[in-house]
């Protein structure tokens, strides 16, 4: 069974950062595709940050591009989404997703985790 579970939320003020960690589990971590979308209650979801374990691809939101840095500790069988100069707008619940398809749990076979809160003041 896939397991994922996200830790590292917190309240933080605009400009500082946080690093989110996605501890992973029940499957062959390398052969997955891993990523942090966000979610604002009543709006859309948003996909943050993807990194395809098999090569090291990423790939990132243009909204986050240049602040936030996704990585994978293939070892740890751990995914990290390192979130600098946070802005008021950063705020939302952060999952992590994955999946076999390349889609970053995005896909109707994806997994996803519980979620963990992130809120930047201003």
């Known amino acids: 069974e896939v397991q994922l579970v996200e830790s590292g939320g917190g309240l933080v003020q605009a400009g500082e950062s946080l690093r989110l960690s996605c501890a992973a589990s029940?499957?062959?971590?390398?052969?997955?595709?891993v990523g942090w979308v966000r979610q604002v209650p009543g709006k859309e979801r948003e996909a943050v940050a993807c990194?395809?374990?098999?090569?090291?691809?990423?790939h990132y939101a243009d909204s986050v591009k240049g602040r936030f840095t996704i990585s994978s500790d293939n070892a740890k069988n751990t995914v990290y989404l390192q979130m600098n100069s946070l802005k008021p707008e950063d705020t939302a619940i952060y999952y992590c997703?994955?999946?076999?398809?390349?889609?970053?749990?995005?896909?109707?076979?994806?997994?996803w985790g519980q979620g963990t809160q992130v809120t930047v003041s201003s």
């Open positions: 029940g499957f062959t971590f390398e052969n997955y595709a």
């Open positions: 997703a994955a999946d076999d398809v390349g889609l970053c749990g995005l896909g109707p076979s994806g997994s």
């Open positions: 990194i395809l374990n098999r090569d090291g691809f990423t």
